[in-house]
T-cell receptor
Framework: AQSVTQPDIHITVSEGASLELRCNYS??????LFWYVQSPGQGLQLLLK??????LVQGIKGFEAEFKRSQSSFNLRKPSVHWSDAAEYFC????????????FGSGTRLSIRP | EAGVTQFPSHSVIEKGQTVTLRCDPI?????LYWYRRVMGKEIKFLLH????????ESGMPNNRFLAERTGGTYSTLKVQPAELEDSGVYFC?????????????FGPGTRLTVL
């Protein structure tokens, strides 16, 4: 079955600290992986995406993610968080080769401690 | 270039009433998707249009939901009659598809509250 698991429902980190949000996926075909962010009152914004090539992907706002095929993981990282990073983060997987639905994880809510 | 737009941004209705949500995709995008997030749960796929045709409607919860995409441009999602469990945020997305990959661009969502 196709699924995305984000094991952490809510994470709190101090401003300036590093961040890692976990994501594991199960997908039959070659996955097209995404991280989206939803800030309060806003829509879904794409942070980064991965299909092939370098397994370390750079995104917007200083985020990066690393694809590890052997672990079926696509964890999101940021070396130093800012208060404006407080939001909900969604990992998602879809098909590269066809326009079809994206499957989302349940999201991780990130709070920033001053 | 304008992104995906959705109207209204918020809607509060009473159980049993009808609500129609609208989505305008990015110009030139043949693929249009509806997703929904109910409180605290994951974002779930509802259906997928390719131009005006329904490609995949496996996520539609029941026959109270009707989606249309007349002329292959904007789409509407009607809920009739609305139930309490329909409350949530409804997202629309569009993609160009084809060999360009399946990157979907999302709208800001419509927050539906059924009282």
């Amino acid at each position: 079955a196709q699924s995305v698991t984000q094991p952490d429902i809510h994470i709190t980190v101090s401003e300036g600290a590093s961040l890692e949000l976990r994501c594991n996926y199960s997908y039959g075909a070659t996955p097209y992986l995404f991280w989206y962010v939803q800030s309060p009152g806003q829509g879904l914004q794409l942070l980064l995406k991965y299909f092939s090539g370098d397994t370390l992907v750079q995104g917007i706002k200083g985020f990066e993610a690393e694809f590890k095929r052997s672990q079926s993981s696509f964890n999101l990282r940021k070396p130093s968080v800012h208060w404006s990073d407080a939001a909900e983060y969604f990992c998602a997987v879809g098909a590269w080769s066809s326009a079809s639905k994206i499957i989302f994880g349940s999201g991780t809510r990130l709070s920033i401690r001053p | 270039e304008a992104g995906v737009t959705q109207f209204p941004s918020h809607s509060v209705i009473e159980k049993g009433q009808t609500v129609t949500l609208r989505c305008d995709p990015i110009s030139g995008h043949d693929n249009l998707y509806w997703y929904r997030r109910v409180m605290g749960k994951e974002i779930k796929f509802l259906l997928h249009f390719v131009k005006e045709s329904k490609q995949d409607e496996s996520g539609m919860p029941n026959n109270r939901f009707l989606a249309e995409r007349t002329g292959g441009t904007y789409s509407t999602l009607k809920v009739q009659p609305a139930e309490l469990e329909d409350s949530g945020v409804y997202f629309c997305a569009s993609s160009q598809g084809g060999t360009g990959g399946n990157e979907q661009f999302f709208g800001p969502g419509t927050r539906l509250t059924v009282l």
